[in-house]
């Protein structure tokens, strides 16, 4: 296929990439075509001017453009005619009745031109294949000996007209390669104008699918900017939840220390009225708890069995006189202590809730575990 010379559409030139398809090489150029139609266009002048120069034909012939030639590069049959002349090539209309008498088969030509609407383009036989040259298309056609009988029928059904080229064409290296072997033809080629429009659709989806990819890759990056901005909100909120239960824990702890000054202050001045020495007041504390412990072993032990009273130390912030709710732990009294347990505890199981969503639930197994009645169980006497 390489071999086979295939001219391309360039502009109005149809013609002349016709020939020279037909030809296999670069035989006929615009110039030489543009020539041959003015020598046309003079022998039609002449011939109109024998009737007389002054004829109202011959000033209309001259008014009218050229019916040989045009400014895009279009040239009539008649062009080509003459031009293949020069080769010895006569062009014969394939549905004459002159022709169709001959009944000759399609496949024992050489090759055919085709025209439709001012577009020409050449069948020619290379080697024992048939080939579509169209200048429309992106390379040689390959057309199968069964097909050329339909594919001439089917042109001539769209309005073509179709001429026989009579002759010996030059030789060519296509149609002497092509004589040893045959070729085959997966694809068939596209027309110009399907494979640029292709080309566009294939660079407009190109340029869809990056666009779509941008704004993929933006919206991921706006996604995983929102997600870091929620775990940074998330880790804030946790931590203001722990410093508000840290600075609920130290309130109730103040208010607890608080309660415990106040009942301290108010046993003082009760035995500081009495202007007694630290000495004796130290020695009538220590009378009272003995006789405090005495009473509690005699209900313990009805048979009147006293053990050796132990003796507890003394302490600095006050004794228990008359409130027997005061304990020896700085004047905190049990029911406080028991406040202040169950405040730590509740605090405390909020702190675990608050952790447990981050940390696995086996790490506040013994916070879980915490009780505060146990613990005042210790506290009490």
């Known amino acids: 296929m390489e071999s086979i010379f ?8 149809c013609a002349q990439h016709c020939l020279n398809n037909l ?38 012939f001259l008014q009218q453009p050229s019916g040989n030639m045009d400014d895009s590069g279009f040239f009539s049959i008649q062009v080509i005619s003459n031009a293949l002349k ?10 004459s009745p002159e022709y169709q008498r001959l009944r000759i088969d399609p496949i024992n030509e050489r090759s055919f031109i085709c025209n439709y609407k001012e577009h020409w383009f050449t069948v020619r036989k290379l080697g024992k294949q048939w080939f579509n040259l169209n200048s429309l298309l992106t390379g040689p056609e390959l057309i199968s000996d069964t097909y ?21 064409l030059p030789d060519c290296e296509a149609d002497q390669l092509l004589q040893m072997i045959r070729v085959q033809q997966m694809h068939r080629p596209k027309l110009i104008g399907e494979e640029l429009a292709q080309l566009k659709e294939q ?26 901005l929620q775990r940074a909100l998330a880790l804030s909120r946790q931590e203001i939840d722990m410093e508000d239960e840290e600075a609920d824990l130290r309130r109730a702890i103040q ?8 009942s301290i202050s108010q046993d003082i001045p009760q ?6 020495t630290s000495e004796e007041l130290r020695k009538r504390r220590e009378a009272y708890f003995e006789k405090q412990q005495q009473q509690q072993q005699q209900q313990q032990d009805p048979l009147g069995h006293l053990s050796h009273p132990c003796e507890r130390p003394a302490t600095s912030s006050g004794a228990r006189g008359s409130d027997p709710e005061l304990s020896l ?19 405390t199981q909020r702190m675990v809730g608050r952790l447990a969503a981050s940390a696995p639930p086996e790490s506040f197994s013994e916070m879980r575990s915490f009780r505060p009645h146990l613990l005042a169980q210790d506290l009490r006497f």
């Open 329 to 347: 732990y700085g004047g905190v009294t049990e029911r406080r202590c028991l406040l202040l347990l169950h405040i730590l505890y509740l605090a």
């Open 255 to 262: 208010l607890s220390m608080q309660g415990s000054s106040r």
């Open 203 to 228: 660079r407009a989806q190109k340029t869809d699918l990056e666009r779509v990819l941008e704004a993929n890759d933006g919206s991921a990056m706006l996604d995983e900017d929102e997600e870091d």
């Open 148 to 168: 050329l009988a339909l594919f001439l029928a089917q042109l001539q059904q769209e309005g073509y007209s179709i001429f026989v080229v009579k002759g010996d």
């Open 6 to 13: 295939h001219e391309k559409q360039e502009g109005s030139l």
């Open 86 to 95: 020069v080769w010895g090539l006569e062009l014969i209309l394939f549905n």
């Open 23 to 60: 030809l296999q090489g670069e035989y006929f150029s615009p110039v030489e075509l543009s020539s041959i139609a003015h020598q046309l266009d003079e022998e039609e002048r002449m011939r109109m001017a024998e009737g007389g120069v002054t004829s109202e034909d011959y000033r209309t």
């Open 271 to 276: 035995t500081s009225g009495t202007n007694l």
